[in-house]
């Protein structure tokens, strides 16, 4: 079926996560943090996974457990649709460019989590956006993704345009990774017979 649903409840955030693999890139992404929404739409749209996230955080404190906690239920959930991953291509990389940004990125869904970020955000916040939070939110990603994850800016000086890069590099990285391998529709994409 390759769709999932990961309800994750704690003290700091209340969330729920649908994702389709085999979607289309549809999204409805409501997380009380604006600029966060936003990058959520662009990491569906671009995947062409279809997305809906739902959280009730304790943004009176700030936006932190609700990014992180987030990132932490997209991943479980890619994982759970993924199942033994049989069939994907596991692999899948994007050099994108949003007009001064240029943004690398490159997986893995190895079931082994790496996070290698080398991403400068010059700026501090995106409007009331803290911009550490991004690599918060990968590094909840791929941890409980699975997923062995690299991003590098190339080059970029607007912190949003490097944020938004950043999100969209990953995206049709991921989009390629989760795509199913034609060649190989039946098979596990390890050596090990087991990822």
Request: glycine share 8%.
């Amino acid at each position: 079926m390759r769709k999932a649903e990961i309800t994750r409840k704690t003290a700091e955030t209340e969330i729920t996560v649908r994702i389709d693999l085999d979607g289309t890139g549809q999204y409805d992404n409501r997380t009380g943090v604006g600029f966060f929404d936003h990058m959520l739409d662009q990491l569906a749209r671009h995947s062409l996974i279809d997305m809906q996230v739902r959280c009730d955080g304790d943004l009176h404190i700030d936006d932190h457990h609700s990014v992180e906690d987030t990132g932490i239920a997209i991943g479980q959930a890619l994982a759970q649709a993924l199942g033994d991953k049989r069939g994907i291509r596991r692999y899948g990389a994007c050099l994108l460019p949003m007009d001064d940004a240029l943004v690398r990125a490159a997986l893995d869904l190895s079931g082994r989590p790496y996070l290698v970020w080398n991403v400068e955000l010059p700026m501090p916040k995106i409007g009331t956006f803290d911009t550490e939070l991004v690599r918060e939110f990968f590094q909840a990603l791929s941890t409980h993704g699975g997923i062995t994850l690299h991003v590098d800016a190339l080059h970029g000086f607007n912190s949003h345009h490097i944020a938004e890069a950043a999100f969209k590099a990953v995206a049709r990285a991921l989009r390629e990774a989760v795509e199913t391998d034609v060649r190989k529709a039946d098979a596990i994409p390890s050596t090990k017979g087991a990822l």
